[in-house]
């Protein structure tokens, strides 16, 4: 055996401040069912995104040194904040890497006809103008607005996220009208907690405007990047998945189970990423 070929046994490993980077696992596990995924949930830590440019780097750095620990062959930054904040391409140069940033932009790009996208996301992520610089890199005559929805992750972590939920949709309905009203086509959900609340969102926007999930689509550049470098795992056996996270193993297990469909007790294990 070479040594690309005990590489592409190894885990790939995924990061966010908490549960939303699940909706990036949640594609990897039925987009490449036999890899094994290592996820780290910064849940002691979270939130990332009213924090300052230096502390989300030394969390991104530390999250990764975590995930490095265990024979990755890849790492995903699945968080919007980390992704739009930091020069993600500075993080890692040693194995292939992602932010959700990129792939969610080519996304967005493609999917608008109108050529007006709205982009959601933490107070850092809209503050970063980080999206609307990409699309315009891409497609430079888009109108992009872009809103901070601050209060959509504490309520994603507490697990307010079902379609009937009254205060999630109170809150959405805040945030999404101005957008709505500017005519956008498509929307970025720029934080990786946000597709949790996906059926609000979309009752919301309406069907004709395209939602587009940053961790679906680095899940699926995650699968075209692999395969680039003979890096996926050709096995037949089932992939596992393991979750680290560095509060409360009850919460995530609670909430992770609501949004992957099952039981991941016994899976999650609690660090001190310190
Ligand atoms: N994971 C973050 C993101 O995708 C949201 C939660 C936070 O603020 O840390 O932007």
Do not use: W
Not at 178 to 197: A, Q, S
Request: some cysteine; proline content about 4%.
């Amino acid at each position: 055996m070479n040594d690309m070929e005990k590489m592409s046994d190894f885990a790939i490993g995924v990061f966010d401040s908490g549960v939303g980077g699940l909706t990036t696992v949640k594609e990897l596990n039925r987009i490449l069912p036999n890899e094994d995924i290592i996820y780290f949930g910064d849940t002691a830590r979270i939130p990332y995104g009213s924090r300052s440019k230096e502390t989300i780097l030394k969390y991104a750095n530390e999250d990764i040194n975590f995930l490095r620990q265990h024979g990755i062959k890849m790492i995903i930054a699945a968080c919007g904040t980390v992704s739009s904040v930091i020069n993600t391409k500075k993080l890692v140069d040693d194995i292939p890497f992602t932010g959700v940033l990129l792939p969610a932009v080519q996304a967005a790009c493609s999917a608008t006809v109108n050529g007006k996208i709205g982009v959601i996301g933490t107070q850092a992520t809209i503050k970063s103008g980080s999206y609307g610089r990409a699309i315009k890199t891409i497609r430079p005559n888009t109108f992009v607005v872009g809103k901070a929805c601050p209060l959509f992750v504490p309520l994603v972590e507490n697990g307010y996220t079902d379609r009937g939920n009254k205060v999630a949709r109170i809150v959405a309905e805040e945030y999404l009208e101005p957008i709505k009203n500017e005519g956008v086509d498509t929307l970025i959900l720029g934080c990786t907690h946000y597709p949790l609340l996906k059926d609000i969102i979309a009752d919301i926007m309406g069907e004709e405007v395209t939602l587009i999930s940053p961790g679906e689509e680095a899940a699926k550049f995650a699968n075209l990047c692999l395969l680039e470098q003979n890096l996926l795992n050709t096995s037949n056996k089932i992939g596992k998945n393991t979750f680290y996270v560095s509060d409360s193993v009850e919460m995530f297990e609670e909430n992770a189970k609501q949004f992957l469909g099952h039981d991941v007790h016994g899976n999650v294990f609690k660090v001190d990423i310190n």
